[in-house]
């Protein structure tokens, strides 16, 4: 059974850094895709960020490129998402999302696309 964890939200004062921890486990093909989603309260999950297991090349959204980098770690399918200049509008439950295949297009963003959900992780960024 596949499953992903999430790690390392908190709280974060703006323009302050903070690192997100991505670890899959029960599978063993080794190209994939792991996206990012985000959910404020009352609003839609939002796709932000996509990373293919085997390039390691990402892709963003424009509300975050420049301020987040996804990367892959060195521990066997991890992933970091590294949040800097972190603004309150980054407030939301962080979630993980990984699919068989690669980044693809703009349906990277997609949530149907991802066939496994860790359970997210809470991210707070005070003014």
């Known amino acids: 059974e596949v499953q992903l964890v999430e790690s390392g939200g908190g709280l974060v004062q703006a323009g302050g850094s903070l690192r997100l921890s991505c670890s899959a486990s029960?599978?063993?093909?080794?190209?994939?895709?792991v996206g990012w989603f985000r959910q404020a309260p009352g609003k839609d999950r939002e796709g932000i960020s996509c990373?293919?297991?085997?390039?390691?090349?990402?892709y963003y959204v424009e509300s975050v490129k420049g301020r987040f980098t996804l990367s892959n770690g060195n521990a066997k399918n991890t992933v970091y998402l590294q949040i800097d200049s972190a603004k309150p509008e980054d407030t939301a439950v962080y979630y993980c999302?990984?699919?068989?295949?690669?980044?693809?297009?703009?349906?990277?963003?997609?949530?149907?696309?991802?066939?496994?959900w860790g359970q997210g992780t809470q991210v707070t960024v005070s003014s």
């Open positions: 990373i293919n297991s085997r390039n390691g090349r990402a």
């Open positions: 999302a990984l699919h068989r295949g690669h980044c693809f297009g703009t349906d990277y963003v997609r949530k149907f696309v991802y066939s496994y």
């Open positions: 029960g599978f063993s093909f080794d190209n994939y895709a």
